[in-house]
Every structure is written in structure tokens, then in C-alpha cells.
């Protein structure tokens, strides 16, 4: 390509009105159809703009893939922030992914360098707590601390948080929590005592066909010119919604599309798009959680997906993708970490949901079982595709 048409691709038109509206960290202006989990939020944490004595209110959010429980809480979260001020309540909201913050300590320590400008070295997280809270009360500040896929923690840095104004006093602590998970992850860190210090758990149902059709309208207006996805369209990728119970799903089938649309220089989203866009779309695959491993993780997942496509089997075993692994790191000229260490990356692959895992027992092997290692419902090609663009990004320079 010469540059006069490298220059050309960059002038020709396009669909998109507003393509960062379609981007996974949007929130969306307004929120259709989650009007009775809103209100129940702001039932809950209306005292605190209320009452005089601040109370600390934590409340959980539960539902399956894709049902909106981020950009719920996100947009409560905003709007909560602009209500307080006009009460003159300064609201400090602030979110955290586990997936990027991945225990209790991380999190601690992120708030610490952003309200008192330390590092946090050399403190505990009791100590790093302790000045979080005084500066809250210094600045007559409020924190709303939004903990999302909070599965990633232990069961009790979980409780800790939950435990912060008895553990500190409901006086000085100028805190309250939202937590969000989906159902069967929650399942498996939920505690008697945990639920005990819930104010409310909130469960978000999937969107049904009329709902998941008002909201795409909605984001298509947001993301599109006009006349670019018309009625059937909208219907077509409503149904898709509906029978995958995911919005996620609809939204990269919506930025796909355009972006297709855009290459083949065509001025409206037909049919045969949304039907090629729909193949390419994997609702459990999270591509950003991926964008998010380190290296050790992602050379791992290299391997497994090497290994799957030499096998050409659904599965693979752990000494295959290990083998992979191993030279993969050596391709990259990155030292492999030891067999233990791998197997320790594939849990945390198995527990971000990137891959699935399960022990298999077996007459023949080796101490009579072994672990078996599938991928979600991404074909083996697409994810090494997909990793090899990040590997050119991180490891080529
Ligand atoms: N009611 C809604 N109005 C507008 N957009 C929505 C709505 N519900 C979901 N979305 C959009 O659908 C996508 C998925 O929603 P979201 O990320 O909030 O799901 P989630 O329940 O957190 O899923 P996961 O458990 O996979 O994290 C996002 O792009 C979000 O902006
Ligand atoms: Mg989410």
C-alpha cells in the first residue's frame, strides 16, 4: 500500500456517529429497563444524604452474563455523585474490577496512593485503611467503593470489607459498598456472615425480547447515523439477545457490524452482516479480561490454544499445553516459569472463566487422574488469533 492509499482509507465515510458509545467501558447516558434495581439502590442509599450520622450501607448486585449489573451500577454511581452535590455532599465513587485488582490488599492500596498521594508501602491494610477512613473525614468526604466480579476475592477480604464501619466504628467510617457478581460465582464465596452484613442483594433477570429491543434501538441512535440500522435489523439482533440472555452479545454484534460495514464501504447494516457479526461474537470470550493478563498468563494461554489446534480434539491435557507453553516463552525469548507455576496460571484462567477446566479420572495415568483443559466458546483459531494481535502489540518492538 502506497500512502496516497493508506491516506484514502482514512477519508472515506462512515456509519458510526459516536463508535466509542459501543465501547465495553461506556456507560450509557440512560439506562432502559433496570428502573426497579435503581430505585431499590437509591432507596438504600438515599440515608445517606439524609441522615445526619452518615450510615454505611452495602448492597450486592447478582445476576448472569450480560444482564447490565456494571453499567447499572456505574450509572447509579454517577448519577448518586451529581444528586449528593447539589446536597452538598462531596461522593467520591470508585470503582474496582477484581479482575484487575485481584485481593483486598491491591484495592487498599490503590485507594491509599490516590487519597493521601503515598505509595502504601510498608503499611497494613488495616493501617492504609485506617488513613483512607481519617482522610474521608478531613475532606467531610462520602466513598462509594463499587468492588466488581468481587468472586476474585477470598470469601474473607470479602467479609473485611463488608466489616469496615463495625471494625472501625460507624462514625468514622464514611463508606459504603456495592458489590457485583454473577449468581454462580457469588455461589462460591457467599457466607452466612457475608450475608449477614448485606443490606440488599439486588438480582438483574435477563432482558426479555421487548426490553433487549428498546435498549438496542437506543444504543444504535447512540452509535449510528441515521438510517443505518433500520427496524428489522434492530429485531434480528433482539432475537440473538434474547435466546443468548446477553446484552454483551448485541452490543459487539452492533460494533462489529459497523466496523465491517465501514471496510466494505457500505452505508447501511444489511442482514448478512449481523449474521457474519454474530458468528464472530463469543458472549462468554471477554476479550478486555484477556487484554488484562500478564505475560505468565497469557503465554499459558498461548500454549493451551496451540496445543488445542494441534490435537484438533475439544480438549487438551495440562502436560500438552505445558509443552506449548514452554516453547512459546522460548519463541519470545522469555524464560518458562516451572510446571507448578503453570498449573497455577491455568487456575487463574479457569477462575476468570477465559478457560474451563476439570479433573478427570482415568485407569492409565499417572496417579489415576488428570486435568483436562477446554476453551469456553471460542474456536481454538480465533483466541491464538487473538492473542497473536496482542503479542505483536506487548512483545514486538
Ligand atoms: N439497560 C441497559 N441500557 C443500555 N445498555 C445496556 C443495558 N444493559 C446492558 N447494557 C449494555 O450491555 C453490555 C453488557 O452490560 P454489562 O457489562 O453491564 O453486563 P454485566 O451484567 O456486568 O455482565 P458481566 O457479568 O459479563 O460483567 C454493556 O455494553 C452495557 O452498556
Ligand atoms: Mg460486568
Not at 39 to 53: A, H, M, P, T, Y
Not at 128 to 154: S, T
Not at 212 to 220: G, M, V
Request: glycine share 4%; hydrophobic share 40%.
Amino acid at each position: 500500500m502506497d500512502e496516497e492509499e493508506f491516506r484514502k482509507h482514512f477519508m472515506t465515510k462512515s456509519v458510526f456517529n459516536q463508535a466509542n458509545s459501543l465501547d465495553m467501558s461506556y456507560v450509557p447516558e440512560k439506562i432502559y429497563c433496570r428502573n426497579e434495581a435503581i430505585k431499590n439502590l437509591v432507596f438504600n442509599f438515599r440515608r445517606i444524604l439524609e441522615e445526619e450520622e452518615q450510615p454505611s450501607i452495602n448492597c450486592l448486585i447478582l445476576g448472569k452474563g450480560g444482564v447490565g449489573k456494571t453499567c447499572t451500577a456505574r450509572y447509579f454511581g454517577r448519577n448518586f455523585k451529581t444528586i449528593a452535590l447539589e446536597k452538598d455532599v462531596d461522593v467520591f465513587i470508585e470503582y474496582y474490577n477484581c479482575i484487575n485488582f485481584r485481593s483486598k490488599s491491591k484495592i487498599i492500596r490503590e485507594l491509599l496512593a490516590k487519597y493521601t498521594h503515598g505509595s502504601g508501602r510498608g503499611f497494613s491494610d488495616d493501617e492504609a485503611l485506617k488513613l483512607i477512613l481519617k482522610q474521608l473525614i478531613r475532606e467531610k468526604g462520602y466513598m462509594l467503593l463499587i468492588i466488581d466480579e468481587v468472586h476474585l476475592l477470598r470469601s474473607d477480604e470479602v467479609l473485611a470489607f463488608l466489616d469496615i464501619a463495625e471494625t472501625y466504628g460507624h462514625q468514622n467510617a464514611k463508606l459504603s459498598i456495592i458489590l457485583i457478581s454473577r449468581n454462580k460465582d457469588w455461589m462460591t464465596i457467599e457466607t452466612e456472615r457475608i450475608l449477614s452484613r448485606l443490606n440488599e442483594k439486588i438480582r438483574l433477570k435477563p432482558y426479555n425480547y421487548d426490553e433487549a429491543k428498546k435498549i438496542l434501538e437506543y444504543r444504535s441512535d447512540l452509535a449510528f447515523k441515521e438510517y443505518v440500522v433500520d427496524d428489522d435489523i434492530l429485531s434480528m439482533i433482539s432475537q440473538i439477545v434474547t435466546d443468548h440472555e446477553n446484552m454483551r452479545h448485541g452490543i459487539e454484534i452492533l460494533r462489529k457490524s459497523g466496523l465491517y460495514a465501514d471496510k466494505e464501504n457500505l452505508d447501511r447494516i444489511n442482514a448478512d452482516t449481523i449474521r457474519a457479526a454474530s458468528n464472530e461474537v463469543y458472549p462468554t470470550f471477554r476479550g478486555e479480561i484477556v487484554d488484562q493478563l500478564n505475560d505468565q498468563e497469557l503465554f499459558a494461554l498461548f500454549g493451551i490454544a496451540r496445543s488445542l489446534i494441534n490435537k484438533d480434539e475439544p480438549f487438551t491435557l495440562v502436560d500438552d499445553a505445558f509443552e506449548e507453553y514452554q516453547i512459546i516463552s522460548e519463541t519470545y525469548s522469555i524464560e518458562p516459569h516451572v510446571k507448578m507455576s503453570f498449573r497455577k496460571y491455568i487456575r487463574t484462567l479457569n477462575q476468570l472463566k477465559i478457560i474451563a477446566s476439570k479433573t478427570v479420572r482415568i485407569e492409565e495415568a499417572e496417579r489415576g487422574r488428570h486435568l483436562e483443559i477446554t476453551l469456553l466458546d471460542i474456536p481454538a483459531l480465533k483466541l491464538e488469533e487473538f492473542l497473536i494481535e496482542i503479542f505483536n502489540r506487548k512483545f514486538s518492538s
